[in-house]
């Protein structure tokens, strides 16, 4: 799965590119990103887009140890209330990210990116935890480009046009953006 991706735009680049208010003047604190780090999302706020920071990883559920990061099983209780509740979907701003091949010990990173595209959006869900506030993305099939290199999932990536009905649609319609993405639009280094 998916656990390292950058994103290399500030907030005002991100606020332009997504048609978003910045929420706070605070600076995004990473580029790189891994669990638990905080990054930007773009939730609706009063029915607007709007920058918010969170940290990446829901807290995870008593057999676990560590944050839960990615959404594969949609229809779990755990991901259930986010997904069905508009106002706890998030677009989550990616400049590329990053698959692993290869053994243990020697492996090979693999960066994922969309050439047309400065950034794009994985299809993300958030919540309030004691911590602040917490997102996860959701995950699919992989694509033709990513299989080989890691053949259980991929993230979700939205197209543009897509944005507002991830943000607004009913639980179904939104579950059903979970496909993925075309690998002619991807590129890999």
């Known amino acids: 799965m998916c656990n390292r991706y950058r994103q290399t735009k500030t ?23 891994f669990p638990k780090r905080q990054a ?5 706020e009063t029915g607007e887009r709007g920058i918010d920071v969170m940290a990446w990883g829901f807290p995870p559920p008593a057999a676990a140890r560590a944050p ?8 779990s209780p755990f991901w259930r209330s986010a997904l069905k509740r508009p106002d706890r979907r998030c677009l989550v701003p990616v400049t590329e990210f990053c698959e692993w091949s ?8 693999h960066w994922f ?18 911590q602040g506030a917490a997102y ?15 053949e259980k999932a991929m993230p979700v990536i939205l197209h543009p046009e897509d944005y507002d009905a991830w943000l607004d649609a009913e639980v179904a319609d939104a579950c059903a953006m979970a496909q993925p993405f075309p690998s002619q639009l991807m590129g890999v280094a």
């Open 68 to 75: 839960v990061t990615n959404v594969r099983n949609l229809a």
């Open 113 to 130: 990116s969309l050439p047309a595209s400065e950034v794009f959006a994985f299809a993300g869900i958030w919540r309030p935890t004691e």
């Open 136 to 150: 996860a993305f959701l995950t699919c099939d992989p694509n033709p480009l990513v299989k080989p290199i890691h």
């Open 40 to 44: 930007a999302v773009v939730r609706k």
């Open 102 to 109: 290869g053994e243990k010990g020697a492996k090979t990173e």
């Open 11 to 33: 907030k005002e680049n991100l606020s332009l590119i997504f048609g978003a208010s910045i929420l706070d003047d605070a600076p995004l604190p990473h580029q790189e990103l």
